[in-house]
């Protein structure tokens, strides 16, 4: 079912601890060498088998879109302002199915622009047998809800 | 010209300072408009405003093409072990030219696999103004020349 009617989060409607998860994406062989192809990775590396498995930078890109479509939605969209920590713990391979999950950290006021809140978010991506397949920890800028700091 | 034999790299060659920089990608309107629409990007949010910026993720993964097109070259590929520190610290936009810069921070032997090397690489991604779009320190596993510890 498609949620047409998403809820915005404000930086007030975020509290750490709080976790979100998402729908799932199916990593196919096609979608593996597509994505190699564009981005013109070679075809096997040390790094990547006979069993060709997905392209790192691949699997970031599925987690962004899985984290857009998640319930974690700041108002006006993610806006990140950095990643620390990006691990790839276990291969991604062509049958996959991927989804994420990801826990609020720490919130704290922005000083330089106080009409925000940063917030830090550690986003684990799991297969179906429930196996990390990236690790990430983002600082998110969100929009605060009260005007009185504009 | 197409660099056909592109020279390998062993740990043994490559030192902290090393400097290895790349050839050039241009992004267009098209192409930040595709990778938004495969990876089910929102148009426009609150990091990217009317005339269209690329995905930050579309920007790692153009790195990571420049990044192995360079002269960065571990025998065996790039096989990425974790990235610290990913930043976007200016937007891009169609038409933008950009290209990497990367130097080499620190080398050093594995202990849990003594047949690799464990490099730390920062790399710059710029635009054709010189500014930096994406910052990021990557460590790499690089294959031991010297088979006496394998």
């Known amino acids: 079912m498609v949620d047409d009617t998403p809820v915005e989060l404000y930086f007030e409607d975020i509290a750490p601890g709080a976790r979100y998860d998402s729908g ?24 990547r ?27 006006g969209g993610i806006q990140g302002s950095g990643i620390d920590d990006l691990r790839w713990p276990n291969p991604v391979r062509a049958g996959d199915v991927l989804r994420i999950s990801s826990e609020v950290l720490e919130t704290r006021r922005s000083r330089s622009r106080p009409e925000k809140g940063i917030v830090r978010v550690r986003t684990t991506t799991l297969n179906d047998r429930n196996a990390p397949v990236q690790t990430m920890t983002a600082h998110v800028l969100v929009p605060c809800r009260a005007s009185d700091a504009a």
């Open 49 to 75: 088998d006979q069993r060709r498995s997905a392209a790192s930078s691949y699997v970031a890109s599925i987690t962004m879109r899985l984290l857009v479509e998640s319930g974690f939605r700041p108002a």
């Open 24 to 47: 799932t994406a199916t990593v196919t062989e096609e979608s593996i060498a597509r994505f190699d192809l564009e981005f013109g990775l070679p075809e096997a590396d040390g790094s």
